[in-house]
């Protein structure tokens, strides 16, 4: 009997010992080279090609920033420049900009994605300022 409860711990001691030693030692610390940017969205306007959002700066300041529609098209070995989220319900319309090792990478709308809902809206495209552009920036100050 007593053999027996032997080979037991010794097979639950290897066991538990195991998984500290097959850890691998890392040296230092991985970090991620992404970062973000969010403002609140009050009113996302809709052209023929191009949204205009504007957003909540500090200072209870309004900014606005337009964005093309072609970005949210796939295109083959491309990645989107555009993502537009539903809004998940008790939360306020966002607008997120991404980078990737301080270069613009994506920009990501989370609003309602129902038209009729009040923070959508419609703008002439004579108003728009259509430049061509290869990123934005939120200037929150």
Same mark, same amino acid.
């Not at 809709?46 to 920033?65: E, H, N, P, Q, W």
């Given at each position: ?86 809004? !998940?319900?008790?939360?306020? !319309? ?48």
């Amino acid at each position: 009997m007593n053999f027996k409860k032997g080979i037991l711990f010794t097979a639950i001691c290897v066991m538990l010992a195991l998984p500290a030693l097959a850890e691998e030692k890392k040296s230092g610390h991985n970090t991620a080279d992404i970062t973000y940017q969010t403002a609140p969205v009050y009113k996302v306007l809709d052209s023929r090609d191009f949204y205009v959002v504007l957003y909540g700066k500090y200072g209870a300041k309004i900014g606005t920033v337009t964005i093309p529609k072609t970005w949210a098209n796939w295109k083959k070995d491309t990645p989107r420049k555009l993502s537009i989220r539903d809004l !998940p319900a008790k939360m306020n !319309p966002f607008i997120t900009i991404v980078k990737k090792d301080n270069a613009f990478h994506k920009v990501i709308l989370t609003v309602p994605v129902d038209h009729t809902n009040k923070i959508w809206g419609v703008i002439n495209d004579t108003k728009v300022d259509k430049s061509e552009k290869d990123s934005i920036e939120l200037e929150l100050r």
